[in-house]
């Protein structure tokens, strides 16, 4: 039985943990027109360094290991390379990382592992990692603690009410008569405390210093010297990290060494730990900084919403009222700043992961690239196509404080030569999810993606989402079927006789009652029936599918019936697209150029498609030219460039024509072009007809109407004046250059019929 991955089970799954990671390879997601999500890892120029071959992918950690989930919900370790260290098993509720080992949590249990996948053993009630090589455990029957080695055996007979992990080869224990002590790892007592002395925390830090608590305030203590190392003044002292301690003191804060020695004076007005020893601290004034153990600063902003996040890789982040996330170093201040971004994930020095344009996309902050983003339109073949549409509605807040509400993509279809029918089809697709699945009003929920599929003439659309949130939810994959000629919907139902549902019972498991298999999606070959499973406190919502095929529902189809017609017959579109490219219709503004270069075999497309509001590549404009000026292609490649590479032979060919000319300083033939370095691109063209490129004087006036002519560095304002000059840019309608922007590639196709 096949357990079908949903999208929307990406939030649900098991809780992947890495410590702090290491190199530059990070996970990426990537939704498919099949609804599917998957997962791989990328490096920071966007190759794929390990296929999209994963249900889900957790960061690498500084040991160098991962884990990853497949479609059935198992979970296993790879390294670097993708070999398996830990194969598939039963998913635990986290996998935790340590330098030297690895931990599958469950419920009940945890499993540890050594780097290279050896299992050391099983311990019930396993808490952190082995120090000293003691591992705490809690029983679950008694809810005491004890002591155990790798082997499984009690490291030293007795048993506590509660107890922390060791450190320095000791560790604070309670006893079961509620004494507090100090043993060693032997499990001999080294210190007894006070009767009136109640820690804080069961974790000594430093060498031998405790946190204690008199039920108001709290102070430190010596455990070697039996004595206080602070009195009772503050209202907090938070647990160390690094030998530094946060404290609050008549609401100021400050830090505090593991002596009691003040680092920092009690003056913050909000002190959060950032991690990797920087501090989040808010002032008097309102403003806000990033500040060291001793009160340096490293980063400060006087306007922010939000606070800072914790840091990751050096890097922090905040937002600004106007939608910018602002990105900071930890040694370095300022790095780098995203418009209307949302949803930031640090993935790498360089790295992160936000939701942009309602379309979540990896960005490299140093470069600015987008190194990938999820696809928003996917072919479906016969010039028609899905458009992601994204739709939100927020419903409130749940008991444990997450939210709930409509977070869902759909698809509008594109492509249809009947308008009316598109229309139709469009606005059933809208109503279907925008209504949902019928949940409680306790579960008013929904999250996911789509999928799509064009069978014969019947479009296929089904929601691949969760219902619900939390214990209950289940898997939403309820289905459309559209006549993409008449726009006419159509069930399975449709498909069969009125006596079908013996047959159907008859060849479904018989484990689950007949009407838990719901959403029937129909197929050339056969019609799929799902079962979802709920989710529960001890598994996650899946979906079990069964394929029938049409030899097995033979005996009860209606193939006389214009559903079995339509999935039977190709849909073939009324012809009114340009030059062969099922993206082009006629209608298209750009469809005389686009004819125009494609019956001069300047520009092709591919598979059928000339996306003609794609972005044009570097490479793809070098190509271009190529042909048409009929270059050479020349012996010695273009340095940097290599066999290998499509793209290779034309691009050295415009460069060894002098083309390339102010264009090859950071030159990247896969980069999308810059409207800047197109202009300088055409400059070298009229140039090397015979124009001539106008100096300053008569280039200013050309460049003075456009409001951003400013951002055009001075070595490019003669090219960019000299296309004005010669008509070949026009600007925008905003009177803007845009000179960071891009050119569509049906855009292009008219510059190239101009020059």
Known sequence: MLKKLCSALLLAGVMIVGAAAAGSVFPAYRTDIDGVTRAGYLDEEGQTVLPYAYAQAGEFAACGMAAVENDRWETAV???????VIPYTAAPVSVDFSDTMIAYRYADHSVYYTLDGKQVGSYAGAVGFFENDLLLCRSAASNRCFYVHPNGERAFPGEFADAGVFSGGRALVRSTDGAYLAIDAQGNTLYTLESSITPSYMTIFGEDTIVLSNGTNQALYSLSRSEYLTDFLYHTIS????GVAMVRQVNRWGLMDTTGRLLTEPTYYYLSYMGEGLYAARSEDGSAAAVDANGNIAYRTPSYVGGFNELRYGLSWHGMEDGTLVFFRKNGGYFASLKQAENPTLLSENV??????????????????????????????EGLSAHTVHYEKFMGYQADGTEHGWNVDFPEIRGLPDESVQKSINQAIRAFFLEGPSVSAEYEALEGGYGAAVEGSVLVVWANCISGKGEGASVWNNCLAFDLRTGTPYQAA???????????KALLPSEHPIYLYSFPRMSETGVTWYYNEYESS???????SYLLSFEQLDAVLDRTGACWQALHTPYTPAVNTVAGFRDVKTSHWAAEYIQTVADRSLMHGANGLFRPDDAITTAEVCATVARSRKLSIPETLMPGL???QWYAGEVSAVYAAGLLEGLTENFRPDAVMTRADAMQLFANLLTAQGAVLPDTAAAEPLLAPFSDAGQIPGPRRAAAALCIQKGLISGLSDSTLQPQGSFTRAAFAKLLTMI
């Open 494 to 504: 449709d498909l069969f006789t009125g006596d079908y549902m013996d047959t159907i």
């Open 239 to 242: 647990e160390f990290e690094d």
């Open 642 to 644: 290599d066999h290998t």
């Open 538 to 544: 001890v598994r996650r919502a899946y979906t079990e």
């Open 78 to 84: 790879i390294d670097r390379t993708g070999k398996l």
């Open 352 to 381: 992160v992961r936000v939701t942009q344009d309602g379309t979540i996309k990896y960005i490299n902050l140093s470069t600015g690239h987008t190194l990938s983003a999820q696809p928003t339109t996917f072919d479906l073949g």
